[in-house]
C-alpha cells in the first residue's frame, strides 16, 4: 500500500526566497508523480507531473525531481511571492491517486 | 472549456437524510474520481469509475455510499443516513483514460446539522 510523506507540514519564508519542499514515498511502482497547489476552499490544481521515467520538471518558477530509486521528489520555488501562499500536496499515482498530508506555504511579503 | 463542474458547493444535511453529490467530467473524460477531505486530514481515495462501470471502490465505507456514473449526464456520489463523521469536502476528478492526468473541480462542502 503506498503512503505519500510530506515535510515540513508548514513553512513560513519572507517574498523573494526560494524554498524546497520535500515529498516521499514507499512505493517505487508509481505510474506518475504529480504536484498540486490546494488554495483555501478551492480543489486541487496540478502544477508539474513527472512520468516515472523522467527525472524532472520545469514550469515557470517551479522545478520537481523525481528519484525512484529513494522514493523520494521535491518541489523548487525559485523566487517566492506572496501569491504562492497555499497548501503544496504531492501524489503518487498507480491508477488512484495517494496524496500526502501537503505542506502548508506561507509567503509574507 | 468547462473544467471539471460539481455541485453543489455547499451542502447542509441533518443526521438520518440522504446526500447526493453531482460531478460533470471535463469534455471528453470518460473516467471519474472520488476523494474525500476529511477535516484536518489529507485526500483519500473513494472511487474509480467509467461510463457505466465501477472499477475500483476500495476506498468507499462499506456501508452507505454508493456512485454511479450513468451513460448520460453526471457522476452521483450518494451517501445514505448521514452521520456527522461523513462532514467533509468530497472532490471529483476526471481523466481522458486510464492512468491520465486527473483534473479535479472545486469541491462539495458537505455538513452534517
Known amino acids: 500500500k503506498q503512503e505519500v510523506t510530506q515535510i515540513p507540514a508548514a513553512l513560513s519564508v519572507p517574498e523573494g526566497e526560494n524554498l524546497v519542499l520535500n515529498c516521499s514515498f514507499t512505493?517505487?511502482?508509481?505510474?506518475?508523480l504529480q504536484w498540486f497547489r490546494q488554495d483555501p476552499g478551492k480543489g486541487l490544481t496540478s502544477l508539474l507531473l513527472?512520468?516515472?521515467?523522467?527525472r524532472e520538471q520545469t514550469s515557470g518558477r517551479l522545478n520537481a525531481s523525481l528519484d525512484k530509486s529513494s522514493g523520494r521528489s521535491t518541489l523548487y520555488i525559485a523566487a517566492s511571492q506572496p501569491g504562492d501562499s497555499a497548501t503544496y500536496l504531492c501524489?503518487?499515482?498507480?491508477?488512484?491517486?495517494?496524496f500526502g498530508s501537503g505542506t502548508q506555504l506561507t509567503v509574507l511579503p | 472549456n468547462a473544467g471539471v463542474m460539481q455541485n453543489p458547493r455547499h451542502l447542509v444535511r441533518r443526521r438520518g437524510q440522504e446526500a447526493r453529490l453531482r460531478c460533470s467530467p471535463m469534455k471528453g473524460h470518460s473516467h471519474v474520481y472520488w476523494y474525500r477531505q476529511l477535516p484536518e486530514e489529507g485526500l483519500k481515495f473513494m472511487v474509480y469509475l467509467q461510463k457505466e462501470n465501477i472499477i475500483d471502490e476500495s476506498g468507499m465505507p462499506k456501508e452507505r455510499f454508493s456512485a454511479e456514473f450513468p451513460k448520460e449526464g453526471p457522476s452521483i456520489l450518494r451517501i445514505q443516513q448521514v452521520v456527522r463523521g461523513d462532514s467533509a469536502a468530497y472532490f471529483c476528478?476526471?481523466?481522458?483514460?486510464?492512468?491520465?492526468?486527473?483534473?479535479f473541480g472545486d469541491g462539495t462542502r458537505l455538513s452534517i446539522l
Open positions: 512505493d517505487s511502482a508509481i505510474y506518475n
Open positions: 501524489s503518487g499515482s498507480a491508477r488512484q491517486l495517494t
Open positions: 476528478a476526471s481523466s481522458p483514460g486510464d492512468l491520465q492526468p486527473q483534473h
Open positions: 513527472i512520468q516515472s521515467s523522467q
